[in-house]
């Protein structure tokens, strides 16, 4: 059974990851976040803690592999934790991620690049996604979809360790609005899914 939840910050996920992770839970689900300004992260030497705290920049590890990600308010992020009996399913995000470059492309825009599991314009990152294998316990998966509203470059890589090898840029420079990425992402869901995400 999918179970959709609205959830307005990594720190709502990251509380209720427990109980959606519980081994006798059986169900699957969908996160739709509206993100504040707060950082996750999948290796503890690529964050820079110490700056975080020290800026009043929360922290949360959500389960996941990967590198740091700073995420600014009005950013949205879709997660989807789903079944995986046989542990090497087939990914979900990457299919959303190549759509929504074609949408992209759909509105005009040029320069739209499909790069591993980005989305660039203009050599720019605008979007991206990634799967996480969850330990073996579970046998689930955990996707998520990331669009860039808002950027600070000068906060990113004081934060992030590793240098960034694409550099990001908000789908606002674009003129693609937040509400339209709203609207694309819950029809997306809607046709892959079968139900309405977005309320």
Not at 63 to 73: A, L, Q
Not at 77 to 91: A, E, I, L, R
């Amino acid at each position: 059974m999918m179970k959709t939840k609205l959830i307005t910050s990594l720190q709502e996920a990251a509380a209720q990851l427990p109980s959606i992770l519980d081994t006798n839970n059986t169900n699957e689900y969908f996160a739709y976040i509206n993100h504040n300004l707060e950082v996750s992260y999948g290796y503890e030497d690529d964050i820079n803690k110490e700056y975080a705290v020290a800026h009043g920049v929360p922290i949360y590890d959500i389960f996941r592999d990967g590198g740091t990600i700073v995420y600014f308010p009005g950013d949205i992020s879709v997660g989807v934790v789903h079944q995986n009996s046989d542990y090497d399913g087939d990914w979900i995000m990457p299919h959303m991620l190549k759509d929504f470059a074609e949408y992209l492309k759909s509105c005009e825009i040029d320069n739209v690049e499909f790069s591993e599991n980005d989305i660039l314009i203009d050599g720019f990152k605008v979007a991206s996604a990634a799967g996480h294998n969850l330990p073996p316990t579970y046998k689930r998966c955990y996707e998520s979809m990331h669009y860039s509203m808002s950027v600070d470059l000068e906060l990113i890589q004081n934060i992030c360790k590793k240098p960034m090898k694409k550099i990001p840029k908000s789908l606002l420079d674009f003129n693609i609005t937040r509400e339209e990425i709203v609207s694309w992402t819950d029809n997306w869901l809607f046709n892959y899914f079968g139900e309405h995400i977005v309320s």
